[in-house]
C-alpha cells in the first residue's frame, strides 16, 4: 500500500495558515470544482507540467527532516478527496511510524466528495477543514460551477464523526455576504452542532482568475461587519481574517 502514487501539485514544508500549529503542507493536483475565486487556479487540472508524481514512501522522506518542527500534516489541493486512496495510504504510513504518528493528520477539503470517500478518510484523518462557497445551490453553482449537495452532506457527516475542525466560508462583498444569506448559513451550520467553528475568509483578488479580479476585496469595515453579524446569531467559535 506504501508504494501508492499521487500526483502533487506543490509542497510547503511549514504553514502555519492551512491548520492548527506548524504544518506539513501537501496540494494535490486536481480539483473537481470550478471556483472563480480560487486562489490556486494551476491546481484545478487533473495533470500539469508543473505537478509531479511521488509515492507515499517518498512523500514521508520529504517530511522527515522537518518533522521535529512540525505539529502536523495537512494535505489540500486540488481536491485532497480526488486522491482518496493516496491520501488514506500516505495518513496511514505516518500512523504506523513511530516517530510521526504524534503528528496530527488534517485535510483540507471542498467537501466535493462522496460518502464513501469519507467513510475511507475518517479513521486515518484528526480533522478535517471544509468550505462551504455558497448554502444557495443556484449561487454555489454560479461561484463554483456545480451545486452542493454533497458539499453540505459533507459537513454533516465529518460533524457527526467528532472530525469537523472548521467551515470556511469564503466572503466576497456584493456577491455572498448580505445579511440574510450570512444569517441562513449561520443558522444551518448552527443546526449542525450549535459550537462550530466557523472561520471567515473575506476575499483577496491576488491570484485569482480574470472574472473574479474584478470583483471588490473585503476590506476591515466588511471584515467587522462579518465578524457583528454572525456573533449575532450565535457563532461562538468564529474566526475572521
Known amino acids: 500500500m506504501r508504494a501508492l502514487q499521487g500526483r ?3 509542497v510547503l514544508p511549514f504553514s502555519w495558515v492551512d491548520g492548527p500549529g506548524n504544518r506539513f503542507v501537501v496540494f494535490l493536483q486536481g480539483c473537481n470544482l470550478d471556483c472563480l ?4 487556479p494551476h491546481t484545478i487540472p487533473i495533470e500539469s507540467t508543473h505537478s509531479r508524481v511521488v509515492d507515499v514512501d517518498a512523500l ?9 518542527f512540525l505539529s502536523g500534516v495537512t494535505v489540500s489541493g486540488g481536491e485532497a478527496t480526488l486522491q482518496a ?15 510521526l504518528a504524534g503528528l496530527t493528520r488534517f485535510i483540507d477539503s471542498s467537501g466535493a466528495a462522496p460518502a464513501g470517500v469519507w467513510d475511507m478518510l475518517l479513521p486515518v484523518a484528526d480533522g478535517v477543514m471544509l468550505d462551504l462557497k455558497a448554502l ?6 454560479q461561484l463554483t460551477g456545480s451545486d452542493n449537495e454533497q458539499v453540505l452532506a459533507s ?4 460533524a457527526t464523526s467528532g472530525k469537523l ?3 470556511r466560508l469564503l466572503l466576497v462583498p456584493g456577491v455572498n455576504d448580505d445579511p440574510e444569506t450570512l444569517r441562513t448559513t449561520a443558522a444551518w451550520l448552527l443546526d449542525v452542532d450549535p459550537d462550530m467553528r466557523i472561520k471567515v475568509l473575506g476575499f483577496r483578488s491576488h491570484g485569482v482568475r480574470a472574472r473574479a479580479r474584478q470583483w471588490p476585496e473585503a476590506g476591515p469595515v466588511h471584515l467587522e461587519r462579518y465578524r457583528a453579524e454572525l456573533a449575532a446569531v450565535g457563532v461562538r467559535r468564529l474566526e475572521v481574517v
Open 8 to 10: 502533487v501539485a506543490d
Open 37 to 40: 475565486a480560487c486562489h490556486n
Open 60 to 68: 514521508v522522506g520529504e517530511l522527515l527532516p522537518v518533522a521535529p
Open 85 to 99: 486512496a493516496f491520501v488514506r495510504a500516505f495518513f496511514a504510513a505516518l500512523a504506523a511510524d513511530e516517530g
Open 136 to 141: 444557495d445551490p443556484v449561487q454555489h453553482r
Open 155 to 158: 459537513i454533516r457527516r465529518v
Open 165 to 167: 475542525y472548521e467551515v
